[in-house]
């Protein structure tokens, strides 16, 4: 999981900006892993029981090649298995 240029700075401030002004902690994690041992998903997984999240908000699209999927499998396994609340945003 990494995060993208300059557009992905910007919204991280910005998003951190506001949840200040209403005393919200927000945290952004970027992590490499061995696509051949572990998926995406189970990566998020793992850093949600690590670091203890009581709540995790994600989109629930990305690049998939089904446009008629309104739920990416990624955002899908989450909400599945996790162990906290999630927050889907589309």
Excluded: C, Q, W
């Amino acid at each position: 999981m990494k995060t993208g240029g300059e557009d992905d700075k910007k919204i991280r401030e910005e998003v951190s900006r506001r949840a200040s002004l209403k005393n919200i902690y927000v945290s952004y994690i970027s992590k490499e892993y061995d696509p051949e041992n572990s998926s995406v998903s189970n990566e998020i997984l793992r850093i949600i029981e690590e670091e203890g999240f009581d709540t995790v908000i994600i989109g629930a699209r990305g690049k998939t090649l089904r446009e008629d999927l309104t739920i990416g499998s990624t955002a899908l396994s989450i909400l599945i298995n996790a162990p906290v609340n999630i927050i889907l945003i589309r």
